[in-house]
């Protein structure tokens, strides 16, 4: 690459490229690419477009033969760190940032169907997710089969057909189902299908389903890796091949693309998601066994708690059970609806991952776009009421869970 006038460094040399170093370091150095200024921060590079020194020079960059940036809805310095670090904490070769997770969850899987292919995808899932595949992918030829997502022979038997991609939600939103990564990758790479997981709900942090065998990885970076509730954003992780020949050519030309400041934002949040996923994980742990005790509870749905159907799978795919708890209160929609308005910390709030701990109705909120009997089977009742555990001390949190059940 030319030298630019300040000296722009393409990706700083520290950490040592040949040290293999662990996430949470990667989380505050990969992909850092300092300007001439030699700034701490990471900078903030909001700019549509960039120049060129001579006609030659942009030639030559649209011919791809320098990595000088173009235009940002293709690439840009402060997204470019953003997606380097994501991708050496998840240890993907490439990561591409976008405006949604759900930009992120259609592109990943939209880039690689046509007419006439075939999809498989695990029932359980966020409703917007439910609605590109059920709905969307159909409406252009694209066959779809949902299956339940903890059975091995129904995997077996749904796969044993030619499938183009199959896309999993584990754990799943809002009731926390287990799919285990590694059986169903074996299975779809048997019929050359590929592997999604969505791991918004789990974060970086507590799974990385390449390491299980999926192929390709998207994120709501809206959840945990802002979690502090200030932006939109997605992600999507894969190998160089996948990049290449499926997702470049098409997300370049449907333009969802990261704004750079949203990028700044999520940049910085990463430095300090080991840090708040780790804490938040601690936490909802002992608000799960506070729970699963509590007599006005009829069932706590938490991939920590050994009462979780696929309490093993979650143990063998996740280093912990995560931040969102699925309940049923007894009682029926009045008393889910009395628990949410008798809590005095958290907040009333259909988010989830973020720094302040909130509550969800599912059935009349995140999930009420999909109809009763999907949503049955999903296993959401009027009594389900969603918690995402945040930072606040877990005392108080237990405080709060304990008086408004009691009112
Ligand atoms: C929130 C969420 C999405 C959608 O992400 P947005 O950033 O809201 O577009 C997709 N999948 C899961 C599991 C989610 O929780």
């Known amino acids: 690459m030319t ?30 690419a300092r300007s001439g200024f030699g700034e701490t921060s990471e900078a903030l590079y909001l700019s549509s477009g960039f120049t060129y020194t001579s006609a ?36 993907a070769e490439l990561c591409l940032a976008t405006g949604s997770g759900m930009s992120a969850m259609f592109a990943s899987l939209a880039c690689l169907v046509s007419a006439g292919d075939r999809v498989v995808a695990s029932a359980a899932m966020f409703s917007s997710c439910h609605v590109v595949l059920t709905e969307i992918l159909p409406k252009w030829g694209v066959e779809v089969d949902l299956v339940a997502g903890n059975k091995k022979d129904v995997w077996s038997a749904a796969l044993s057909r030619p499938t183009k991609a199959v896309f999993i939600e584990t754990p799943s939103n809002p009731l926390l189902e287990i799919v285990d990564i590694q059986m169903v990758s074996d299975l779809a790479h048997k019929v050359g299908a590929k592997v999604i997981v969505d791991n918004a709900v789990a974060s970086p942090v507590l799974q990385q389903p390449l390491k299980h065998g999926a192929d390709i990885v998207m994120y709501s970076a809206t959840k945990h890796i ?7 954003a997605g992600a999507i992780l894969g ?15 449907t333009g969802p693309a990261l704004s750079a400041f949203n990028a700044w934002v999520l940049v910085k949040s990463l430095e300090t ?5 780790n804490e938040m994980n601690a936490s909802t742990q002992k608000i799960a066994e506070f729970l699963e005790s509590h007599s006005s509870i009829e069932l706590v749905r938490y991939p920590g708690l050994k009462s979780h159907p696929d309490f093993a799978t979650a143990q063998k795919q996740m280093s912990g059970g995560g931040s ?4 049923n209160v007894k009682g029926g929609k009045a008393k889910a609806f009395e628990l949410l308005g008798n809590l005095r910390i958290m907040d009333i709030s259909n988010n989830l991952g973020d720094s302040k701990s909130l509550a969800t109705h599912p059935a009349s909120t995140t999930h009420r776009r999909l109809a009763p009997d999907v949503q049955a089977a999903m296993g959401i009742t009027d009594s389900t009421v969603r918690i995402s555990v945040g930072l606040e001390h877990v005392d108080d949190l237990i405080k709060d869970l304990g008086q ?4």
């Open 239 to 253: 190998d160089f091949n996948y990049f290449q020949e499926s997702l470049l050519p098409f997300i370049r030309h």
């Open 3 to 32: 030298k630019r006038p300040w000296g722009y460094q393409p990706t700083s040399d520290r950490p040592d490229p040949d040290w293999k170093v662990q996430p949470q370091t990667d989380a505050v150095r990969a992909g850092l």
């Open 324 to 327: 969102i708890i699925g309940l």
């Open 56 to 91: 030659q020079e942009a030639a030559d960059a649209f011919t791809d033969e320098t990595d000088h940036f173009v235009y940002s809805r293709f690439a840009n310095p402060t997204i470019a760190m953003f997606e380097k670090r994501l991708a050496a904490i998840e240890g």
């Open 226 to 232: 802002d979690g502090q509730g200030r932006v939109l």
């Open 273 to 277: 998601m080991t840090l708040r996923v």
């Open 404 to 407: 408004a059940l009691k009112r």
